[in-house]
């Protein structure tokens, strides 16, 4: 979990002088995840974006740690999206992440907000690729197999997996910058419409709105409806589990917001899968046509 601290470990700072100069201030990011600390550093070399992780032990990485090694090993894959990578260094125990600074605003996914025209290209241009390389072994699905059979959602298209407004940023040129790449991989491409589902809803659509919002992309509709139903089960059973161990308000809406996603395509259900549900409070399983 990101740390407020407004002053930087000496090992942190060290390692950004190395390459900016003398820090003059650092600006704790006020909100986020997947690092230690993030926020603007000012040097004399100019502002930059830090993100820095400790170790759990010289020879072992944690979760944060892990995490930033994802984003700085698909930047250069992804820089017409992703501010750019100046530079990755490990220094006393740490690994710190130095970015391009970009000045820009969150994007607005209310309701008719231009921005979600923003958002729809982001997504156009993500779909349109398969991922690299670098992410052979990143499997999105794998994050719901302790719940279900993810085979449904396997596929080759690159995909944020993350795309909430906070993490699509606007400048006043109209330029387009994403952030926060933790959770990139592949995958079948509806995924990115499904996980931005209970997003557009924090930001005022019903489920339903939400729906007919990604029904613009060809992925979302060529996606057999069964599958998403199901996959909206375990998204939100998954995410009743998380609720369990993280109390933060963010999780308990998110928990929230997913499980009204869920009832509301229940009724959507195959017949036939229906059927199989009844008298079950088991998620469903996924299957292979």
Known sequence: MRSDRSELPP??????????????????????????????????????????ARKIAPDRDGPEVRSLRWEAAINPHVTEYAPRLHWSVEAGGWLVLGFEHVEARHADYTPGSPDLDVLAKVIDGLQARRAPEVLEGKRVERRWEAFADVSALAGDTLLHADLNAANVLISDDGTVHVVDWTFTGRGAPFLEMALLIPWLMEAGHSPAAAEEWVSRFSAWTAADPDVITRFSRVFADKWQANHATNQAGWAAGLAARARRWADHRLPLFGADAAAGQSGSTDSPKYYSR
């Open 11 to 52: 090992e942190v700072a060290g390692a950004i002088e190395a390459r900016s100069g003398p820090i003059h201030r650092f600006e704790p990011a006020p909100a986020g995840n997947h690092a230690d600390i993030s926020g603007t550093v000012h040097a004399d070399g100019g502002r930059l974006f830090i993100k820095a």
